[in-house]
């Protein structure tokens, strides 16, 4: 095991974490010098034969596309990715919002648990105020082996959704909301204190950490099938 890294003086591409995780390693795009980044995604495609970045600005896809030419990049999530295609996608993952606002967090929990190899299914702008959205889609959500939920303001959609499904349901606070918000610290308090069963709760905005644990949900749910 203390070999499954590579030196590149900056950094330590961590190439054997998919041996041992079933997840390769991702990059946190926010911060890297161009060279470093590049260098780090040309490592760890090398290894892993894909690369999957977060938080990614368009500069920082041209430095990585100049590198690797077949990247790929999503402004509005910010997700950064190398693949070689032919993947396949498996499972049901439901990943919803409360509002419009709620879905650049939305879209990189989704992106990020396709790109794991997980089955998405969106359902966007249901939130509480207009209840009735939400409910035309329970049959949807009934379907699914979890539910992500993405909400700011009150955060009251991943209460709602626990009261509705058999499944687990990540929360995902969003920091959109006015003053009182405190940037979604409302929101986190709210899905932490939810009375309804089955919600975990990841940090505000964390998109990519929801998409990482509904696929590990997903894939257990599809192995329990296939026994």
Known sequence: ?????EELKYAKP????????????????????DAFLAGIFRTLYEKNGEVLG??????????VQAELPQAAYDAVSGILT???????????????????????????????????GSKVVRV?????SGIHRLLAQES????????????GMEGALASVIGGLVSVPVIAVPTSVGYGAS???????????NSCANGISVVNIDNGYGAGYIATQINRLAEKGKTK
Not at 140 to 151: G, M, S, T
């Open 1 to 5: 095991m203390k070999d499954d890294f």
């Open 14 to 33: 961590d190439t054997g974490r998919k041996e041992r995780t079933g997840f390769p390693e991702v990059v946190f795009c926010p911060g890297k010098k």
């Open 54 to 63: 977060t938080r990614a600005s368009e500069h920082q896809f041209r430095i």
């Open 82 to 116: 190398v693949e070689s295609g032919g993947k396949t996608q498996a499972g049901n993952i439901a990943v919803c919002t409360a509002g419009t606002a709620d879905i650049p967090v939305a879209e990189e929990a989704a992106r990020t648990a396709e790109f794991f």
């Open 124 to 128: 966007y702008d249901v939130g509480v």
């Open 140 to 151: 949807v959500l009934e379907e699914a082996n979890c539910v992500v939920a993405v909400a």
């Open 182 to 192: 405190l940037g979604g610290l409302s929101a986190l308090l709210t899905m932490i």
